[in-house]
């Protein structure tokens, strides 16, 4: 299914002027000067640091959380290009299928070169030692080391931040290329906009909450990772836009009225549940609605949106992902390629959490099983 999916994903994305084609100078110096200007925003740009989760030899990495500024500075100076004409608001877009090629190399190249140095190294810190395994394969899919660097910028931490700017980019620069070919934005491409622009500015306003998630603190950083952040995220999370140009939906006031409603009702569990773990995993005694929390065998919590479903952050991620795609509407399964693709992803992740815990707290997994039954979904899964 999934299969099928993807090929009428892209024969859509080629009739809608998104073409594969080897990457052209421009397109490498987009992605290239992309990577480092982001790089030395990063740097620059001030902003707040925070301490990540305690890793297994007990030490923390400190992490600059300017993401959000760094976003702004970086929407200031395209809108400064653009307006002196250095370059149009839908380069990105015009440029698509180039830019996707040229990323989905630089990001197989770079896997080789983490794995290379990763192999190699000899550090017995929790964030550089080697894993390899000698299964070059896997080592290069899943990466060797936990937290690699480069100059001392957290790769895998920056690696997300670009692909979370980059998706909005891309989402922006078609907007600009549906308003030249059709002079307006339709109600549903207005939709989408904006509810993925409030994800994006919210993913960024609560970065520090990166800090503590399962792929930083515990995904080695390979392939998977390197291409899941720089290409899946902001060319497949950007499915929707694209077909939102060529085919002009148009939603009736109901409809839009239930869409706005399945986002912030997804929203409000994914940030609320997301909140609460990442406080409560720096101040376990803090009240979760206003009760302190209850927790199994001191460390699994089972207050809040926590006791309600194991993962209940990820229904409400899930509630988002389909708010993004029904601004258009149910002629074709093409713009619920994310959605689909998600639900798969988190089932999948959410069994590998379940065997990993399993094995790590075994009766206190158990007795917290018991307490909170249901997976995901409360009283479906």
Avoid at 35 to 55: E, H, K, N, S
Avoid at 236 to 260: E, G, K, P, R
Avoid at 300 to 324: E, T
Wanted: charged share 15%; net charge positive; aromatic share 14%.
């Amino acid at each position: 299914m999934l299969g099928e999916m993807a090929s009428r994903v892209w024969k859509s994305m080629d009739e809608h002027g998104f073409r594969l084609d080897l990457p052209s100078s421009r397109s490498v110096g987009l992605v290239g000067g992309y990577l480092v200007v982001l790089a030395v925003l990063g740097v620059v740009v001030p902003g707040p640091r925070i301490q990540g989760t305690v890793l297994a030899d007990k030490t923390r990495i400190t992490y600059k959380c300017n993401g959000l500024n760094v976003l702004l500075v970086l929407l200031v100076i395209l809108a400064g290009g653009s307006y002196t004409g250095h370059f149009t608001p839908s380069v990105i877009a015009d440029l698509g299928g180039e830019l996707f090629v040229a990323t989905l190399i630089l990001c197989f190249v770079f896997a080789v070169y983490l794995q290379i140095v990763g192999s190699v190294s000899r550090s017995q810190s929790t964030s550089l030692k080697s894993h390899a395994t000698g299964n070059i394969v896997h080592d290069w899919w899943y990466g060797v080391q936990l937290n690699p660097s480069v100059l001392g910028l957290d790769l895998k931490f920056f690696w997300i931040r670009a692909g979370m700017m980059g998706w909005l980019l891309i989402n922006l620069s078609i907007a600009a290329k549906m308003c030249y070919e059709h002079r307006s934005l339709t109600l549903s491409m207005s939709l989408f906009q904006i509810f993925t622009l409030i994800y994006v500015l919210d993913y960024f306003w609560f970065e520090e909450y990166m800090t503590s998630t399962w792929d930083i603190i515990a995904e080695h950083f390979g392939f998977m990772l390197v291409m899941g952040d720089l290409v899946w995220i902001p060319f497949t999370f950007s499915i929707q836009a694209w077909w939102l140009m060529t085919n002009l939906v148009q939603l009736t006031n109901v409809a839009a009225a239930m869409d706005v409603l399945i986002f912030l009702i997804g929203y409000t569990v994914f940030r609320g549940s997301n909140k609460q773990k990442h406080i409560f995993k720096k101040n376990p005694k803090a009240l979760i609605w206003g009760q302190p929390p209850q927790v199994v065998g001191g460390k699994l919590l089972v207050s809040g949106y926590w006791g309600i479903a194991r993962h209940c952050n990820y229904l409400g991620d899930l509630l988002v992902a389909f708010s993004f795609s029904l601004p258009c509407g149910f002629t074709s399964i093409v713009p619920y390629f994310y959605p689909t693709y998600l639900l798969i992803l988190l089932l999948w992740r959410e069994r590998r959490d379940e065997a990993k815990c399993r094995e790590k707290y075994k009766e206190v997994w158990v007795e917290y099983c018991t307490k909170v039954p249901w997976r995901i979904i409360p009283g479906l899964y």
